[in-house]
C-alpha cells in the first residue's frame, strides 16, 4: 500500500509533467510561428515581397489568419497585380473557420471606402467587394445592398435591379 506522502508526490509530479508539457507545446507553436509574424510584420512595414514570402507557407498548409492576409495581399495588389479570383479563393479557404461567411469580402470593401487605408478610396472597388460577400451569404453587405439610401450615404450608387434584388432576398429569407 502506497502511504499518503508518497500518493501525494505522484499527484504533484504529474501535474508538474502537465504544466511543463503543456508550456513546452505553447512554446514550440510560439516558435514554429515565427516566420508568420515576422511575415505580418514586414505587411506592416510595407515590405510585400518579404510579407508575401513568409505568409504563403502558412497560408497553404491551412493557417486561416494567413490565408486572410494573402487574401487581402492579392485584393488590394500589394507588391503583386491585383487579382480579385485568387482573393476570393484565399478567403473562401480562410472561411471555413469563420461563423460568419463574407467577411473578409465585406472588410475589403469598407477598406476601399477608407481613405488612406490599404488603398485609394475607389467606389467601384468597393461596390464589386460588397456584391462578392453578399453572395458569400455575408447578411452586413445584403442588408446593406438592400438599402440605396445608406448606400448613397456612403457614395455608392447601386443600379435599382441590385438593391431590388437584395431587398427580395432578405424579405424570402424572412419568411
Known amino acids: 500500500m502506497i502511504s499518503n506522502n508518497k500518493m501525494i508526490m505522484v499527484i504533484l ?6 504544466v511543463v508539457a ?5 512554446y514550440w507553436e510560439y516558435h514554429k510561428q515565427a516566420p508568420l509574424r515576422a511575415g505580418i510584420s514586414a505587411l506592416k512595414a510595407g ?33 503583386i497585380p491585383k487579382d480579385t479570383l485568387q482573393a476570393r479563393i484565399w478567403f473562401r479557404r480562410a472561411e471555413c473557420n469563420h461563423l460568419t461567411t463574407g467577411v473578409s469580402e465585406y472588410y475589403v470593401a469598407l ?12 467606389p467601384s472597388q468597393a461596390l464589386n467587394w460588397l456584391q462578392y460577400a453578399a453572395e458569400a451569404g ?3 453587405a ?7 439610401a445608406k448606400l448613397a450615404g456612403m457614395g455608392l450608387v447601386v443600379q435599382a435591379d441590385i438593391t431590388n434584388y437584395w431587398q427580395r432576398f432578405i424579405e424570402s429569407q424572412q419568411e
Open 13 to 18: 509530479f504529474i501535474i508538474f509533467f502537465i
Open 22 to 26: 503543456w508550456a513546452s507545446l505553447r
Open 47 to 79: 515590405d510585400y515581397q518579404v510579407a508575401i514570402k513568409n505568409i504563403r507557407p502558412f497560408a497553404q498548409s491551412g493557417n486561416s489568419q494567413a490565408q486572410e492576409l494573402l487574401g487581402t495581399i492579392y485584393a488590394f495588389g500589394l507588391g
Open 111 to 122: 477598406d476601399y471606402l477608407d481613405e488612406g487605408h490599404l488603398s485609394p478610396i475607389d
Open 138 to 140: 455575408n447578411s452586413d
Open 142 to 148: 445584403q442588408r446593406l445592398l438592400s438599402d440605396p
